[in-house]
């Protein structure tokens, strides 16, 4: 039995290899067969990356999550996620989305399979290749080549689904493998959305992989994208990752550097063409886009560790003190968590203190009546999350709180509440009861691209995120019911 060598001899091998070792890899070795006659072959690198990624212990897969970092132009789509994809859908039945950020990226990977099936709009003598086309195309049930909804159904049950993140799909039919292309893109909201639909996979042995570059746009986190790689690195169990790059830019016009972090060039990838991106890209971003450089600054916290122990304050003010207080509920974006946060503004400022962090399988009664008992006490109640959000809204409305005093916040507020934190922590004009949730939260906090433009809390957020909800509000609502309030 063939099995991934934990030293497998590459002629350009990646900066960081994590790989299972005495797996077997005869799945891999079959993939790259079929890759060699319906694809491309294979280089070495791309052939390791297929055997890691379907090497199995017994039944089951040896990774369930996967990642891969390669500069673009190196083959990936064709060679490795085509690959990948082809053997699991058609040769062994299961049940895959891949979803890429761009539009043009998922076309161009379902024309891939367009090509190399037979495009069944076209007559047979107008195919690419149309004997081997013929071999793959019996093997379809069914195509679906409607705009955000491009499927490929086999007769042996499994199924290709593709998806642009960027248009807003998301949730769909269970899968067994999540496929996540551009994952430097990818948001904690989309991957809430996908992942649960892994969770009663038709095969019983789910798969996560993602692939992608550093993130190389100012404030772009790329967060969970990073998180895989931080499992992998730090050695957790049935990961797997591949990653060609360098730990510093450094010297971008060392030519030795670019091969060491471009395995296809010279062979695919042409060494004039990536000379002329220096001019195209800038040092910074050809560091980023060729070199597979990630640079800290994209995971700055936006919250500094100093300034929050320093706005450390048990007692609180006193109640003379206070001139109007709001409530701020987080939501997290599957709905399955909330947090509920308090803020009292002063002259100087503002105090937030957490109240609750809990599931809500249970429901969350017991806080619609706890806030309507002191709706003649609350300023406003600031909800965000569109999961649960509505809902709330409508239950506290319905419980006695005036319209006017409950609030779903907007893409844009939500946004604004986050800056607010930030700067008034800076600027020593926001405190906050010691709390372990919330401090973890709120020092683990990254930047997460929230709308078009903007920035919110990512990571663990939602504490963090019902505190910015309830400074923001009681710092900008007018209402004012001119009445002390008792703790939730």
């Excluded at 005869?26 to 390791?48: F, H, K, M």
Aim: charged share 25%; with cysteine.
């Amino acid at each position: 039995m063939p099995s991934v060598p934990e030293s497998p001899g590459l002629a350009r091998p990646p900066r960081i290899r994590v790989a299972p070792t005495g797996a077997d890899c005869s799945w891999g070795d079959a993939a790259i067969e079929l890759s060699s006659t319906y694809l491309v072959r294979p280089y070495d690198w791309q052939a390791d990356v297929l055997r890691c990624w379907l090497a199995r212990y017994g039944d089951r897969y040896a990774c369930s999550t996967c990642g891969l970092i390669v500069p673009r132009q190196n083959g990936k789509s064709k060679a490795v996620v085509a690959a990948r994809i082809l053997f699991g859908a058609a040769v062994i039945g299961e049940t895959i989305r891949y979803s890429a950020h761009r539009v043009d990226t998922m076309l161009e990977v379902f024309d891939i399979f367009v090509d190399m099936f037979g495009d069944p709009r076209a007559p047979e003598d107008e195919w690419t290749r149309p004997e081997l086309a013929r071999q793959l195309h019996g093997r379809v049930r069914k195509w679906n080549f409607n705009n955000g909804h491009q499927k490929i159904e086999f007769k042996n049950g499994g199924f290709i689904r593709f998806v642009s993140r960027a248009t807003g799909a998301g949730r769909g039919s269970t899968v067994d493998v999540n496929v996540y292309d551009e994952a430097q893109y990818l948001t904690d909201e989309q991957v809430a959305s996908a992942t649960p639909n892994q969770s009663a996979g038709p095969r019983k042995d789910p798969q996560k992989i993602y692939l992608g570059t550093p993130p190389s746009e100012p404030g772009m986190t790329a967060d969970p994208f990073k998180r895989v790689r931080d499992a992998a690195l730090e050695g957790k169990p049935r990961r797997c990752w591949h990653e060609w790059s360098v730990g510093e830019p450094g010297d971008i016009n060392d030519r030795s550097r670019w091969y060491a972090t471009n395995p296809s060039l010279g062979l695919s990838l042409m060494e004039d063409a990536v000379a002329d991106e220096i001019d195209d890209l800038g040092p910074v971003k050809f560091a980023i886009e060729r070199l597979a450089w990630w640079p800290e600054t994209v995971t700055a916290k936006p919250i500094s560790a100093k300034r929050w122990k320093a706005a450390a304050d048990d007692a609180g003010p006193a109640d003379g003190a206070i001139e109007k207080r709001a409530v701020g509920v987080k939501f997290t974006p599957d709905g399955t968590r909330m947090c509920v946060a308090i803020a009292a503004k002063t002259a100087s400022g503002a105090h937030v203190e957490l109240v609750e962090d809990r599931f809500t399988f249970d429901g969350v009664q017991d806080i619609v009546e706890r806030i309507a008992a002191r709706r003649g006490e609350i300023a406003l109640v600031a909800v965000d999350g569109r999961a649960g959000g509505q809902d709330l809204v409508d239950s506290l409305v319905a419980a006695g709180m005036p319209k006017r005093a409950v609030h779903l916040m907007q893409t844009s507020e939500v946004v604004a509440a986050a800056s607010k934190s930030v700067r008034m922590l800076d600027e020593g004009k926001l405190t906050h009861k010691p709390n372990e949730s919330l401090d973890a939260s709120a020092l683990g906090a990254t930047k997460r691209k929230v709308g078009g433009d903007g920035y919110g809390f990512g990571g663990d957020s939602c504490p963090i995120e019902s505190a910015a909800a309830a400074t923001w509000a009681v710092m900008t609502t007018r209402r004012d019911p001119k009445r002390k309030m008792r703790v939730l």
